[in-house]
């Protein structure tokens, strides 16, 4: 079936890419050039989470992606508010 | 065929915004190719993956839920780190920063 084997293409494209931006979270020269890497690899484990939840055929997955994603916003804004308060 | 296409347009993006960040010079271009990529490349993976899949109502409605929230949440994220960056102490590579006209 062509759709399925779309869909693993995509899940293979978005692990390699994420293996690409691993290379700037480990040896990105500040600190904000790695809370940017870690907020897009987990944006795209999000994905991968929810392209795997349709390959399967398994839709509980999908409020897993979803509380993923609220955690890692919720992590986001407090790294930022950290690197805000250091300055002074 | 349309979700395939969209599931290409996709990829595309995120591959785009992947070299992006790896390639671009400092933290305020990086965050750029990573907001507005990585955004916009989530949001027609999962509209693909509603089209294309066989499913109940409600699932569809779950995975229109998580784009929305896709949409609201990470370029909110991406401001605050801008931000929070710019107070860190990380300065832009450009020759004119208008930011530091309004906050001195």
Redesign the interface.
């Known amino acids: 079936m062509a759709q399925e084997s779309l869909l693993v293409s995509a899940f293979y494209v978005l692990v390699f890419t994420s293996m690409l931006i691993t290379y700037r979270v480990l040896r990105g020269p500040t600190l904000p050039d790695r809370v940017v890497g870690l907020n897009t690899i987990t944006t795209k484990v999000v994905i991968i989470i929810a392209i795997v939840s349709v390959l399967r055929s398994e839709y509980y997955l999908i409020d897993l992606a979803i509380v993923l994603l609220m955690v890692n916003s919720v992590g986001g804004l407090i790294l930022a508010k950290y690197m805000e308060r250091r300055a002074a | 065929m349309i979700?395939?296409l969209l599931?290409?347009f996709?990829?595309a993006v995120?591959?785009f915004?992947?070299?992006g960040?790896?390639r671009f010079p400092d933290?305020y271009t990086?965050?750029h190719a990573?907001t507005k990529c990585?955004?916009g490349?989530?949001m027609t993976?999962?509209l693909a993956?509603v089209l294309?899949?066989d499913?109940s109502a409600v699932?569809r409605a779950?995975?229109l839920?998580?784009a929305f929230?896709?949409a609201m949440?990470?370029p909110?994220?991406?401001h605050?780190?801008a931000?929070?960056?710019y107070?860190?102490?990380?300065k832009p590579k450009v020759t004119v920063d208008m930011y530091a006209w309004d906050n001195p």
């Open positions: 979700e395939a599931l290409l996709g990829e995120m591959v915004g992947a070299l960040i790896l933290v990086r965050l990573a990585d955004t490349g989530a993976i999962l993956l294309s899949m499913a699932v779950k995975f839920v998580l929230l896709i949440i990470n909110m994220v991406s605050a780190i931000r929070g960056a107070k860190y102490g990380v």
